[in-house]
């Protein structure tokens, strides 16, 4: 009787190694296809690391910096210009609260301030108003020389 037994185990015993070996073949098989299919890492340089995590995009309220670039044949900033192409996006109309172009009593509180906090509040941002007037293209001098025709149109 004991030979009935240890004949059923054996006979177990090699379909066990069948589907175990089977399953590890299809285990090797498949992490080979894994192995063939890696793609070769990127550069690491610190250059190319900054273009791939770059942003994709920038952001201008106005017109494209190109055109914001006018100069006068003096040198100096045209300030009218850039009001006109980033400035009086919001100023034309009081959009959040900006004082409008030609309204003395808008801009009152803010020249009752300084020039100097005038200029810093438009190159750094203020409130709601971003940096520059939305354009990080423009200089001091052509933020500044915007502040300074704003000014003029609100005496």
Request: proline fraction near 5%.
């Amino acid at each position: 009787m004991a030979s009935k037994s240890s004949g059923k185990f054996f006979i177990a015993s090699i379909v066990t190694f069948i589907i175990v070996f089977g399953l590890i073949n299809v285990l090797l098989s498949s992490m080979q296809d894994v192995a063939k299919a890696v793609v070769t890492p990127e550069s690491m340089t610190a250059a190319d690391v900054a273009e791939r995590i770059k942003p994709v995009a920038a952001v201008y309220i106005g017109e494209a910096p190109v055109i914001v670039a006018a100069v006068e044949s003096t040198g100096a900033a045209n300030g009218e210009q850039v009001v006109k192409n980033v400035c009086a996006l919001c100023h034309s109309s009081g959009m959040m609260s900006s004082p409008k172009l030609g309204n003395a009593k808008d801009w009152a509180p803010r020249i009752e301030q300084g020039i100097d906090t005038l200029y810093s509040n438009a190159i750094n941002g203020f409130n709601m108003m971003p940096a520059r007037g939305g354009n990080p293209a423009l200089s001091d001098d052509e933020v500044k020389a915007a502040v300074d025709h704003m000014i003029s149109q609100a005496k």
